[in-house]
């Protein structure tokens, strides 16, 4: 019966008596120059897969990933450093290649390809071989949606393939119910409005100024630098088309503009929506007379962003309706 342990032994018999010592040397330098070449070899065969861009063309199963990688933010960066894979996963891809003949990378089915783990090793903390990378480590938006509504970056970042800086409206795939209304607000990029500045995300009064208010209020907004007018600025045809208003420094009232002004529910304001906060009003002086009796609405005496009736404002508008009377005795008697 054939036993390989025996013609092992005779083979290792053979080679230590048979054979001289200068074959041996020879023999023994040959094999090890052999293995330092496989060694080789498969060294670069494993960089070349792991960290050579070309690579992941090798199999052409996904050109328009590459081609919009190419003309991307992150093309400097090489795809193995997002794109983590198993060798288990590695043999699999090539085998459905070259044996099924897959051309084509199949969809993501919503998977998260690039988890945030991997995003943050650039983006928020300094990493040395990329220091230019954009920090995020202040922002107020990823750190709502990233810390504590728990979404992955590629949700907002990549949901469409290598196209980093999300669209305009792209808060609308998840926000669904936020669509606005109002005159020439129906399109504008979420981020015109929505600001990294306050603490809810929400419109501070100088974002609405931005559009709405003068030009020294958008050169500060600009010099702040915040995501949403670095990357969302609103254009200057949108500026000019915005409807300018002055809100006196000693105006009542001086609280954001949203508190009556709801783009995602109302056109405009329903000036009805005063009493809301004013309960009392009607109670008060000539409101009863004006607001009940005559069914005349806030607006109509109470200018927007000025609000207080002035002597100077009574004299052009109170003397539409009557004479003139000194607002002080629209209160008392």
């Not at 590459?66 to 933010?73: L, V």
Request: glycine content about 4%; proline content about 5%.
């Amino acid at each position: 019966m054939f036993n390989p342990f025996n013609l092992l032994d005779k083979l290792i018999k053979w080679y230590s008596e048979k054979v001289s010592r200068k074959a041996k040397i020879i023999t023994a330098i040959a094999f090890l120059s052999f293995l330092i070449g496989v060694g080789l070899v498969g060294y670069k065969i494993n960089d070349y897969f792991e960290h050579d861009p070309a690579a992941c063309m090798f199999c052409h199963v996904h050109d328009d990933a590459n081609k919009a990688w190419a003309k991307s933010k992150h093309n400097v960066v090489n795809c193995h450093e997002c794109h983590h894979s198993t060798k288990k996963d590695q043999v699999v891809q090539l085998y459905r290649f070259a044996v099924l003949g897959q051309k084509k990378v199949e969809p993501r089915h919503g998977k998260i390809i690039v988890p945030w783990k991997l995003c943050v090793n650039c983006h928020w903390e300094t990493n040395a071989k990329y220091p230019e990378a954009r920090k995020i480590n202040r922002s107020r938006y990823h750190a709502k949606h990233m810390f504590t509504e728990q979404v992955e970056c590629a949700k907002c970042h990549g949901y469409k393939i290598h196209q980093f800086l999300p669209e305009e409206r792209f808060c609308n795939t998840c926000h669904k119910d936020k669509q606005v209304h109002g005159t020439g607000m129906e399109k504008l990029p979420c981020l015109n409005c929505h600001t990294d500045r306050t603490k809810d995300l929400r419109p501070g009064r100088k974002k609405c100024l931005f559009c709405h208010g003068e030009e020294a209020v958008r050169k500060e907004l600009i010099a702040d630098g915040a995501i949403d007018v670095k990357f969302f600025q609103p254009s200057s045809a949108t500026v000019k088309k915005a409807i300018k208003i002055k809100v006196p420094a000693d105006a009542p009232m001086q609280f954001n503009c949203y508190e009556c002004h709801k783009p995602h529910e109302a056109v405009r304001p329903d000036w009805g929506n005063c009493l809301n906060c004013h309960v009392n009003i009607p109670n008060v002086g000539k409101h009863g007379l004006h607001v009940k009796s005559m069914g005349m609405k806030c607006k109509e005496c109470h200018k927007p962003h000025s609000w207080r009736v002035t002597n100077e404002s009574a004299k052009k508008e109170c003397v539409k309706c009557h004479e003139y009377r000194e607002p002080r005795k629209f209160i008392g008697s």
